[in-house]
């Protein structure tokens, strides 16, 4: 995190909720054991990816005011709890699909950059009085970084009840991501 000013009370509040729910995803993500199926490796890395969303978002309605961002939280929290439910649909099915040690060398090489860098632009958010701000400046790397991994997933093989959610995945944050850079750019100016 890095801030110019003195924070206020609710800032810092905020701020230090957002941090522990952070480390958290971080710890989930990063803990998940990759197998040889790419799909499965994907939803157990999505799924916590999508809570710590649900629950940043939560965060920012204790303190928000912003009508359009209010709707955003709540479009996150609604679209990322459907996600997570049609993730542990497939699970079953996905777990049982099978990718070549070459792909799968390439899927994660590719897929821990990807995640390093959401988790590195996510941390170093600058973080200002606010608190509207600074959810906008650290969901939508967020919302990136959700793209770029289901991006980098359909580059292979992969079961086929998840091909659709992907794609919703990448359709809902892509609309999202953008709403939230107007928002902010609305609200910096």
């Not at 996905?94 to 390093?116: G, K, L, V």
Request: some cysteine; overall charge neutral; glycine content about 2%.
């Amino acid at each position: 995190m890095n801030s110019q000013c003195k924070l206020s009370n609710n800032t810092r509040d905020y701020v230090e909720r957002f941090q522990y729910i952070l480390d958290e995803m971080i710890d989930r993500m990063t803990s998940v054991e990759l197998t040889e199926s790419i799909s499965e490796s994907f939803i157990r890395q999505m799924i916590p990816h999508h809570r710590a969303a649900i629950e940043m978002s939560e965060n920012l309605l204790q303190y928000t005011t912003n009508i359009p961002l209010q709707n955003i939280a709540l479009n996150i929290i609604a679209s990322q709890t459907k996600s997570i439910e049609n993730m542990m649909a497939v699970y079953p099915q996905c777990r049982a699909f099978c990718d070549s040690a070459r792909d799968i060398a390439r899927y994660q090489r590719d897929n821990e950059h990807i995640i390093r860098n959401m988790f590195y632009e996510m941390g170093v958010a600058r973080i200002s009085n606010s608190i509207d701000a600074n959810f906008m400046r650290e969901m939508i790397p967020h919302h990136q970084g959700a793209i770029r991994m289901s991006e980098n997933a359909l580059r292979y093989p992969l079961c086929p009840g998840l091909i659709p959610l992907l794609d919703a995945i990448i359709v809902s944050q892509k609309k999202g991501a953008r709403q939230m850079q107007r928002l902010l750019w609305q609200i910096e100016c």
